[in-house]
């Protein structure tokens, strides 16, 4: 247990819906990543945050997605008006000392 | 941005036999980590090693940052090491991956 948790584990939506995802890591730990990941590839980096402050984002965060990290503590990625090409498993790490740990992951299907 | 290529990209064994995996990256990087991913999308760390050579039981890692590359090998393979191997590199508020190799080890 990496003490890393994302909420849902699964989410079915319909094409055009909007999504949320959470993620909660261990607090006192101030880093926090939102990566992608497609079927046979690599995670792919979306964006980086040190406590509350969003400090890379990128390019594949197109302005239908946004993240936030209230008060440094959890985080929620939202995508909005869901494409098909959005189906993925979304993946939250938190930097621990010089490691990032996962959580499990939120699979994410668009019908 | 920084480049990490993993070979091979598969790899199928014997139960019983050795291998070696490489991540090789474009640029210097301050941290490095390998990962496992198990059957259910978990990624499960194995290493952190930015420099310098670790063992964990069968596994070990090697960093060779002045040649940016790092080997992971595992020794006596079991099947339920079968998965997929990832390598992950830090540089500054980003952490990238390889493609990965994905790797069958067969009873």
Redo the contacts between chains.
């Keep these: 247990d ?1 003490g890393v948790s994302q909420d849902p584990r699964h989410k079915i939506t319909k094409r055009g819906q909007n999504v949320t995802f959470r993620c909660d890591p261990i607090s006192e730990h101030n880093r926090l ?1 939102w ?1 992608r ?1 497609t079927l046979g ?5 979306l964006t ?1 945050f ?1 406590n509350e402050a969003q ?2 984002k ?1 390019r594949l965060l197109s302005d239908r997605f946004s993240a936030e990290r209230p008060k440094g503590s959890f985080s929620t990625l939202e995508i909005q008006r869901t494409e098909q090409g959005d189906s993925a ?1 979304y ?1 939250c ?1 938190n930097g621990q000392g ?5 959580g ?2 939120t ?1 994410l299907t668009v019908v | 941005g920084i480049q990490v290529e993993q070979s091979p990209p598969d790899l199928i064994l014997q139960e019983g036999a050795n291998s070696t995996l490489r991540c090789n990256f474009s640029d210097s990087v301050n ?1 490095l ?1 390998w ?1 496992h991913q198990n059957p ?4 499960i ?1 194995l290493f ?1 090693i ?1 420099s310098g050579t670790k063992q964990n039981g069968r596994l070990s890692a090697t960093t060779v940052a002045t040649e940016r590359y790092s080997l992971l090998y595992i020794s006596s393979s079991q099947t339920t090491d079968s998965g997929v191997y ?1 390598c ?1 590199v ?1 540089r500054v ?8 190799t994905r790797l069958t080890v067969k009873p």
């Design positions: 990496t990543y990566y990941q590839q690599g995670p792919e980096f980086y040190q400090l890379e990128s498993m993946l790490a010089p490691e990032a740990f996962f499990q992951g699979r | 941290n980590q990962f259910w999308g978990q990624l760390n952190y930015p990832f992950a830090d508020n980003d952490m990238r991956f390889g493609a990965g």
